[in-house]
């Protein structure tokens, strides 16, 4: 599917699969790195990425952290796809042991990390997406995978203000409550 996509941004810590994305994606900067330091880095700064696809075996708020936090070019729409896997941890050992839902383990609860966790994620990414001046427009999501542990969701956010590049800090709340 992204193949056809004729600009675009990858990254694979495994030169073998780093490699094969350059192949099926010709046309596109492939980076054999970790994403989270070289986005904070502002790899891909070429580019206004208005699409991120975030499939990590793992929790998915460290990458939109570095992406949201780095400096590039903020395009006025911007859309994620997220396989977020962090819902299994939190069903073992809580919300207080994931190190980046600490804003939101304070505004929900420990208890209500996973039972909740779409309106936990739906509120951890507006928060993020704030940081650059954007606001949800379009929401979906949905548990699946073994006992429901995984979670996919969809958003699309529009600009309303470009901050400066000195934007509050990604522990800043766009508000009270679950939106």
């Known amino acids: 599917m992204y193949s056809e996509i004729a600009q675009g941004v990858a990254f694979d810590e495994k030169p073998a699969k780093a490699e094969l994305l350059a192949i099926q994606r010709p046309t596109w900067s492939v980076f054999e790195s970790n994403c989270i330091t070289s986005l904070a880095a502002g790899a891909g700064e070429h580019l206004a990425i208005n699409l ?3 499939d990590p075996y ?3 708020w460290p990458v939109i ?3 949201f936090t780095s400096e590039r070019p ?3 729409r911007i859309g994620f796809a997220i396989n977020d896997g962090v819902r299994m941890k ?3 050992t809580g919300g207080w042991d994931v190190e980046s839902l600490g804003p939101a383990v304070r505004q929900f609860g420990n208890s209500a990390m996973y039972g909740d966790y779409l309106a936990v994620a739906r509120w951890n ?3 993020l ?8 427009a379009h929401w979906t999501g949905y548990y699946c995978g073994h006992g429901d542990c995984m979670t996919h969701y969809a958003a699309v956010f529009d600009c309303f203000s470009k901050p400066s ?3 509050s800090s990604p522990s800043s709340s766009p508000g009270p409550g679950p939106g």
């Open 125 to 127: 990414l507006k928060r």
């Open 90 to 92: 939190l069903k073992i």
């Open 58 to 60: 793992g929790e998915p």
């Open 65 to 67: 952290e570095a992406f």
């Open 74 to 76: 903020w395009p006025d």
């Open 52 to 54: 991120i696809d975030v």
């Open 129 to 136: 997406a704030a940081l650059r001046g954007y606001e949800l």
């Open 165 to 167: 590049s000195s934007s």
